[in-house]
């Protein structure tokens, strides 16, 4: 029983935590994952992705700034949209606490070696020669799928949305927070 308790804390602590206090965790979060990913190259360039790049602290938090604040406004529009009643507390707690699982891309990034862009553009079987980064790349899409899920019932317990509404809007406000921050990302930094 405790296993299943756990694991539905993993992926919607939102029914326990929203608010200031997950906008708290989830800042302590965020700030750990700008400084491990400016230390060691995985920058979080994108609402729900991450790339190996050279960048500076600064560059870190402007990206990881620019993803929440997309993430966040997007998400706040969609419930102004959608919900009849929430907070915008409640949605910028639980979508920073949402970050969450890309520490784990972080702190991981440190045990990776990634190959030579110019030796992957002339053999791209390089890349499985580097045991760490093929497994960097295997968990990155557990990472995300987390990560969206924790976005998911951020949105349907911040809002109190249920089905195709919710799975409509969320799609919708999730993509256009990545375009949105991608553009400003491409632009500013």
């Known amino acids: 029983?405790?296993?299943k308790s756990l694991f539905g804390l993993l992926v919607n602590p939102f029914t326990r935590i929203a608010g200031w206090q997950a906008f708290g965790l989830?800042?302590?979060f965020v700030l750990l994952m700008g400084f491990l990913g400016?230390?060691?190259?995985?920058?979080?360039?994108?609402?729900?992705?991450?790339?190996?790049l050279e960048h500076t602290v600064q560059q870190a938090f402007l990206y990881l700034g620019i993803d929440l604040v997309s993430l966040v406004?997007?998400?706040?529009?969609?419930?102004?949209?959608?919900?009849?009643?929430?907070?915008f507390i409640d949605i910028?707690?639980?979508?920073?606490?949402?970050?969450?699982?890309?520490?784990?891309?972080?702190?991981?990034?440190y045990f990776t070696t990634a190959p030579d862009m110019n030796a992957i553009m002339k053999d791209p079987y390089v890349i499985l020669q580097s045991t760490s980064f093929v497994i960097m790349m295997i968990l990155t899409l557990p990472v995300m799928v987390w990560s969206i899920t924790l976005m998911f019932n951020a949105l349907k317990i911040s809002c109190d949305l249920k089905g195709s509404t919710l799975t409509v809007a969320f799609i919708i406000g999730l993509f256009v927070s990545e375009i949105i921050a991608k553009i400003l990302i491409h632009y500013v930094v």
């Open 92 to 109: 910028l707690g639980t979508m920073t606490l949402a970050k969450a699982p890309f520490l784990l891309l972080a702190i991981f990034g």
């Open 26 to 28: 989830g800042l302590v």
């Open 1 to 3: 029983m405790k296993n």
């Open 73 to 87: 406004l997007v998400m706040w529009v969609t419930g102004l949209i959608v919900s009849k009643n929430f907070r």
């Open 38 to 52: 400016a230390g060691n190259g995985i920058a979080f360039d994108g609402v729900f992705d991450m790339h190996m």
